[in-house]
């Protein structure tokens, strides 16, 4: 697909986040920009195919534009913008109060997700994922990638969506609508392979991280996730079982952060010591 050239000075920056920024535009405001950093020249067109796969599935995300490209080289995509949008991460930040309603509205938003089936041929499996993703991990020994093969192998195959990237950074809402953004992990797989990234985020990031990407410290996000797990899996089960079910899934994410940041991550793969 060949990318529209833009200026840049058309559009007024918004925030950035660990692949690039965001933009809108000055006379447009139903546009919205995600321009990428220069190292990503692959990386938008990808999240632009696969945001129109899910768009075209029936997921709640903003409409998918085009694949565009500045006068330096910095390739991105042009989305439909929600006005008044607000993450929930930054919601929760802005208004601690308010955390046990973000979190049952969000708890919702992944159990109706989790409630969709897809079409496995338009979709990856989140298992064939991160098997492909370990063989190219140079983090891991030979043994430690047999364990968590193993364990990957032993999860049931499931036609479930999935985002792929699950955290409450990646969930928006404007007035009584809702929407998942940053789609270009979504595949389909077990529940649990989302469940465990909203763990990573409330319990292993480190409190920098934590502090950068979602505006609180760790306390405050530890905090919505107990309250999360309780409006996802119900009030009948406690939160200690539930955490044990879910840290390995977590630790699995250590695999997709390490191909994000190309180095290891000490802090994350904590959660893999029932594996490894």
């Known amino acids: 697909m060949e990318a529209e050239r833009i200026d840049i000075n058309d559009y007024v920056l918004a925030g950035a986040g660990s692949n690039g920024e965001s933009y809108y535009h000055r006379s447009a405001p139903g546009i919205m920009l995600k321009l990428y950093f220069p190292d990503r020249t692959h990386q938008p067109l990808n999240e632009l195919l696969m945001a129109r796969k899910v768009y075209d599935a029936g997921i709640s995300t903003p409409e998918p534009g085009n694949y565009v490209v500045t006068a330096d080289g910095r390739y991105g995509i042009r989305f439909q913008r929600i006005i008044g949008k607000k993450s929930f991460a930054r919601a929760v930040s802005e208004d601690p109060s ?134 996802y899996f119900g009030p009948g089960r406690p939160l200690k079982d539930i955490e044990e079910e879910v840290r390995p899934y977590a630790g699995l994410k250590t695999i997709m952060v390490e191909r994000d940041t190309r180095r290891p991550m000490p802090e994350l793969r904590v959660a893999l010591n029932t594996i490894i």
């Open 98 to 231: 308010r955390m046990g309603e973000y979190a049952a509205s969000f708890a919702a938003m992944c159990r109706q997700l989790h409630a969709t089936r897809v079409d496995t041929s338009q979709f990856e499996s989140e298992k064939d994922r991160y098997a492909r993703m370990l063989v190219d991990n140079p983090f891991f020994t030979v043994g430690e990638k047999d364990k968590l093969l193993r364990f990957i192998d032993e999860v049931p195959e499931a036609e479930t969506a999935l985002h792929g990237d699950l955290h409450f950074g990646n969930a928006v809402f404007a007035g009584d609508k809702r929407y998942f953004i940053d789609l270009g992990d979504f595949c389909h797989g077990c529940p649990l392979f989302d469940i465990g990234m909203v763990y990573m985020t409330g319990r292993l990031n480190t409190p920098d991280y934590t502090r950068e990407a979602f505006h609180m410290d760790n306390a405050t996000a530890a905090s919505f996730w107990e309250a999360f797990a309780a409006e």
